[in-house]
């Protein structure tokens, strides 16, 4: 012991210990021992000296090791730095500075290491004192002496290393030590040491560059998060916002959504990845409020996550105690789970958090936003649905609701796999729960017992099938009804009736329809307070609807409106509320049906928007019993009032059940009431487009019968109409003309749109009796009708319809135009039915141009789109034209499958498209050498009075005929005379065609001839 480096006495109570070592020392004696000897003395002349200006007491040496006391901790960081700095600084031997332990090390802004590297480890505590008797010597024991030892040993050559006590008795004095750098290490199991260590490093400012490998020993987790968090289906996009909003600075942030939204699942998955990426020096802390109702509650949840001891005291000292923990904790990410039920509570002690502790940062997950300044909301939304057109299980598959069904389903039942039959309904249950991710665990939950189909069955009652989740689930979340009663007791009064009240609406509401619909108590709040209140709780979700910039829409969630409907029934104001919403929305039906029959694109947005409510209209009114005369209007008004919204749109069968339920329930009503009549109407031309023409027609006449009782002169002009498109799909042209004649011989009076119809059918009939030429100018000027009145739908309608005329006569280019000016105004309108029909006919457009690929690729789209408006005769002919695209790329196995499919859905629905696809039909079977079937096929087509009558039918049949002729004379004895006279005919039918006259020519025509040519080639 060197006299010089002792005080007058040791320090006592509570004592800073310092232990220091040499790093590599024994490498460094084995390699230069002299050197070394006068390096290790100088290293001991440098350490007392420091030590002889401070108030620091030399416990002992041990080796190159020193044991040092300090009565503060500042004293003993202010000597550790100065003895870092005067190492670098010392005259090594040059010999030690040649060894690699011992060499100098550059940085950016000078040297950082040079001669001996000397590790420093400091920790605070009271160890008991202990006088050598023999030789004055005060020594220290106990606990503390260890861990102080233990985190010197931990760390590096030049490195000096704070313990988490220490570092509160400095945190706050920095500028007395010229402010060091400093660098929270986290937490670490030290050798024999039962509780984990908080470690930081200090270094002097101008050795801030150097840089350690890590610790010596294991790192504590930063948090009480699994180290593995599993995987979680979906959620990339909210994943990566979190991630931004930290990175930007996001001191608080709020997950939000309704129960059972999947809140807790994504914030627990985050803050695991965030431990894991060891960027938080304070860790990450999760701290589940559920059962919290107080401020102390909440202090006492979040202090045992932290492991901070709280004594007993008020909340105000309980968040001040926290706070000031939190402030030496360095950055930390806080995750509070479940705070709805808080609000009142924890604004107030976040507040106070975030003032005491800059560096941590808070993730809340809350149905309600704690309106905190600074606090980001990420609303959270359901999972991902699949789409409406995905019909294959792969595609279906792909979607995140799906996927997490799938996933649950094989926990319940490991044998479960999504079947092609069993993934459109599967995708019809997660659609039908809203993308819930609690909802969709309780359902495929039931795969354990139930079929997917029994489980679909069983949605209508949801609340009896959705319950029995995982065990260790809290109660709210083992059912769908235990999620929704959580927050339904956490509403007011007030709050309750409105919830209850807005399950009327279907499809979401406006602000003004619920002013208008929902009833509050005289004097007290109005509903846009409610409402507000309602959507910051998540039980309202609120979306911008497509097409209507700067305006927002209200809706529910199913699973809530039929909780909140259940609560409704339970008050008995139902009957009032469902007569007020009847009478707002076919007020509002009316005005947009008149609009959107003229084809008003804004209007047909809002009567879109409007469907699911004026079906519901419709159903509270079916479900009167017994129907009244009333309830019977509104039944049939509703879907009146609907009709350009379906046949823009789709599907077009929608309405079907729900007109034939109200036009039974008419029976009460004079058979010339006007409403009867036009819901006749309504259904006929839905009988119409889905393709059922005998009850199309039965309809449309019983409806033009009371249309003439009635004097509705305009309404019978357009019935007139709508038959002799019956009569044009059944194949009888002429009944069609008749039809259209008589159409036109009655009045339009103003209605320039009726007098379009009329006009726009005439040229579509004429079309069919005479060729395109004819029936051109009618179109055109249907066409210009129509954008005078402003009709959108049928402006795309008829230059579908006028480049399909424009087409058949040659000129493609032209046509392809107009379909292309078709295709923008469709989407731009939102009209899938007019958006279906310009790819069928552009894809035949394609295929006359003898591009056959690109064809089949609209065509594709065209077969789904047309199955999904429910418009067979769309999908039909598009299956019809892909039967023509691959017989045109040489595959007639695949063009037979198409055409056969093709002829089968066409036969009850156009007859004039199904005998011309028969046509392609036993041609396609000719080449493949099925001769008898082709001829029978052939022979049965030839005796129709429609191949004998129309000229396109007849010249089409005239030259397919030579495909027999065809396989005849290449399957004939070459050079035999049958063979002769079967080339002859190819031929001669091929010169037909050629010179065929305008009336009986068609893209159909000029397609056979390509293939004809080529196939009679002398080279094929």
């Not at 069904?405 to 459109?424: D, I, M, Q, Y």
């Not at 509104?634 to 009709?643: I, S």
């Not at 005439?762 to 210009?784: K, M």
């Not at 789109?865 to 039909?876: K, P």
Request: net charge negative; glycine share 10%; aromatic share 4%.
């Amino acid at each position: 012991m060197n006299a010089l480096a002792m005080p007058l006495e040791a320090p006592s109570g509570t004592v800073a210990l310092v232990f220091t070592d040499i790093e590599g020392s024994t490498r460094l004696w084995e390699h230069c021992s002299e050197g070394m000897r006068v390096a290790l003395e100088l290293h001991d002349r440098i350490l007392r000296t420091l030590l002889a200006s401070s108030s620091g007491y030399e416990v002992k040496t041990q080796g190159d090791s020193f044991m040092v006391a300090f009565p503060t901790a500042l004293e003993a960081m202010r000597w550790c730095l100065n003895v870092q700095q005067m190492l670098l600084e010392a005259p090594w031997p040059e010999e030690i500075l040649a060894e690699p332990e011992a060499a100098p090390v550059r940085g950016p802004r000078g040297v950082l290491h040079r001669g001996l590297r000397v590790r420093m480890g400091i920790h605070v505590g009271e160890p008991e004192r202990r006088l050598n008797a023999r030789t004055g010597q005060v020594d220290y024991i106990g606990r503390m002496v260890n861990v102080a030892s233990r985190v010197a040993e931990a760390g590096h050559g030049g490195q000096v290393l704070v313990s988490g006590a220490a570092w509160a008795q400095v945190a706050g004095l920095l500028d007395r030590l010229d402010r060091p750098v400093v660098r929270v290490l986290g937490s670490f199991r030290l050798k024999g040491i039962a509780e984990p260590v908080p470690l930081l490093e200090v270094l002097p400012v101008a050795l801030a560059d150097r840089r350690f490998e890590t610790l010596r020993v294991r790192e504590e987790r930063r948090g009480n998060l699994p180290e593995d968090p599993g995987d979680i289906i979906g959620r990339e996009e909210e994943l990566n916002t979190l991630r931004l909003w930290l990175g930007e600075g996001a001191r608080l942030i709020t997950i939000l959504g309704p129960g059972g939204m999947g809140k807790t699942r994504l914030a627990a998955y985050f803050g695991s990845l965030q431990m894991g990426t060891r960027q938080w020096d304070g860790g990450v802390w999760w701290c589940d409020l559920t059962e919290a109702a107080t401020v102390e509650d909440i202090c006492h949840v979040v202090s045992q996550a932290l492991g901070v001891h709280l004594s007993s005291g008020g909340a105000t000292e309980l968040v001040g105690v926290l706070g000031s923990a939190l402030s030496g904790r360095g950055q930390a990410l806080i995750i509070l789970d479940n705070l709805e039920h808080l609000t009142q509570h924890i604004p107030a002690a976040l507040r106070r958090w975030m003032v005491m502790a800059p560096q941590v940062r808070f993730l809340i997950t809350s149905q309600e936003s704690l309106r905190l300044a600074g606090e980001r909301i990420l609303d959270l939304a359901p999972l991902g649905l699949p789409s409406e057109a995905d019909s294959g299980v792969e595609a279906i598959a792909r979607s995140e609701a799906v996927r997490l069904f799938v996933r649950r389903a094989r926990a319940a039942r490991g044998s479960f796999e999504l079947s092609e039959t069993e993934a459109p309904l599967v995708a019809d249950i997660v659609r039908r729960l809203d993308g819930i991710a609690l909802a969709i665990e309780l359902a495929a939950a039931r795969t354990a017992l139930l079929g997917v189909s029994q489980i679909r069955e069983r949605l209508s009652r949801r609340f009896d099938l959705l319950r029995g989740g995982q065990r260790d689930a809290m109660s709210r979340q083992a059912t769908l009804r235990g999620a929704i009663d959580w927050s339904w007791n956490l509403l007011d009064m007030i709050e309750q009736a409105v919830l209850a009240q807005c399950s009327v609406f279907r499809g979401g509401f406006s602000l003004e329809s619920a002013e208008a619909v929902l009833a509050l108590p005289p004097g007290g709040v109005d509903v846009l307070e409610i409402v507000q209140a309602l959507r910051s709780k998540s039980l309202l979700r609120a979306d911008a609807p497509e097409g209507l910039p700067g305006e927002l829409r209200l809706g529910m969630y199913e699973s809530i409106r039929e909780y909140a409907s259940a609560r409704l029934a339970e008050t008995g104001s139902g009957p009032a509320l469902v007569a007020r919403h009847a009478d707002y929305y076919l007020a509002l039906g009316r005005e947009l049906h008149e609009t959107a029959r003229r084809g008003d694109a804004e209007a047909l947005r809002r009567l879109s928007l409007e469907r699911e409510n004026l079906l519901a209209v419709c159903d509270h009114a079916l479900a009167a019993w017994p129907p009244t005369p009333e309830s019977v209007l509104r039944a049939l008004e509703a879907l009146v009032v609907l009709e350009p919204d379906i046949a823009s749109r789709g599907p077009v069968g929608i309405t079907l059940p729900r007109l034939d339920r109200a036009l039974e329930q008419a029976a009460t009503l004079s058979e010339s009431s006007l409403p009867r009549a036009e819901a006749l109407a309504v259904r006929g031309r839905a009988h119409l487009e889905t393709g059922e023409l005998a009850a199309a027609r039965r309809d449309l006449e019983l409806a033009r019968t009371s249309f003439q009782a009635l004097g509705e002169v305009a309404r019978q002009k357009r019935i007139l109409v709508d038959l002799s498109i019956v009569a044009r799909h059944e194949g009888n042209v002429a009944a069609a003309w008749e039809l259209v004649q008589q159409a036109q011989h009655l009045p339009s009076g103003r209605d320039r749109w009726l007098e379009a119809y009329a006009l726009g059918n005439l040229g579509i009939t004429e079309q069919v009796r005479g060729g395109p030429a004819g029936a051109v100018p009618h179109l055109h000027a249907a066409l210009e009708l129509f954008r005078v009145v402003g009709d959108r739908t049928f402006e795309v309608l008829f230059l579908n319809n006028l480049a399909l005329a424009i087409g058949e006569a040659g000129g493609t280019s032209e046509a392809v135009e107009f379909l292309e000016e078709a295709i923008a105004k469709a989407l731009g309108t939102g009209n899938r039915s007019g958006y279906a029909i310009a790819r069928l006919n552009l894809g035949c457009f394609l295929l006359d141009a003898d591009r056959p690929m690109e064809a089949c690729e609209h065509l594709e789209a065209t077969v789904e789109l047309g199955r999904q408006l429910g418009q067979r005769i769309v999908e039909g002919c598009a299956r019809g034209e892909l039967g023509r695209a691959f017989l045109a790329s040489g595959a007639t196995e695949i063009a037979r499958m198409h055409l056969t499919h093709a002829t089968s859905t066409l036969a009850h629905v156009s007859r004039w498209h199904a005998l011309r696809f028969s046509l392609h039909l036993a041609a396609v079977q000719a080449l493949q050498g099925a001769m008898q079937e082709a001829r029978r096929g052939f022979a049965a087509l030839g005796g129709t009075s429609e191949i004998q009558t129309d000229p396109v039918l007849r010249e089409l049949a005239e030259l397919l005929y030579a495909t027999v002729e065809l396989a005849e004379s290449q399957n004939g004895p070459s050079g035999s005379a049958d063979a002769g006279r079967s080339r002859e005919g190819v031929h001669r039918r091929l010169e037909r065609a050629r010179n065929v006259p305008p009336e009986g020519a068609s893209s159909d025509l000029r397609g056979w001839v390509r293939l004809l040519e080529l196939e009679s080639s002398p080279e094929t």
